[in-house]
């Protein structure tokens, strides 16, 4: 079973940063795919980053590459999102999540799965808002 929390969600400024945070309690393997989703009222969930557990591959949208970076501390237990550059566009509830997945999947480009991946899927946090104002 594993257990995550969000934090360091919150208000900035357009052109400003955040890093948000998700620790996890119980052990995320190497043969883990985690990843950050975000969502606004209205809209569907739109994933937008994904990392394996080996730090070995990172994918990205197309909306936050070049700004947002993921990272996985293993020691720590902890995957980060460092968001630069923020626009008010990227104001939303933000959610981490993981789930089983074989490395050499977690690092395909343009696969399927990551559109599908619901909160059915895998585990999720409770999210932590993000507002950027212009």
């Known amino acids: 079973q594993v257990q995550l929390v969000e934090s360091g969600g919150g208000s900035v400024q357009a052109g400003g940063s955040l890093r948000l945070s998700c620790a996890a309690s119980?052990?995320?393997?190497?043969?883990?795919?985690m990843g950050w989703f975000r969502q606004t009222p209205g809209k569907e969930r739109e994933w937008i980053a994904t990392i394996d557990a080996g730090n070995t591959s990172t994918v990205y949208a197309d909306s936050v590459k070049g700004r947002f970076t993921v990272s996985h501390d293993n020691a720590k237990n902890t995957l980060y999102l460092q968001m630069s550059s923020l626009k008010p566009e990227d104001t939303a509830m933000y959610y981490c999540?993981?789930?089983?997945?074989?490395?050499?999947?977690?690092?395909?480009?343009?696969?399927?799965?990551?559109?599908?991946?619901?909160?059915?899927?895998?585990?999720w946090g409770q999210g932590t808002q993000v507002t950027v104002s212009s």
């Open positions: 999540a993981t789930r089983y997945m074989i490395p050499r999947e977690c690092a395909r480009e343009n696969a399927e799965w990551r559109r599908l991946w619901t909160p059915a899927i895998g585990y």
């Open positions: 119980g052990s995320i393997q190497l043969s883990y795919c």
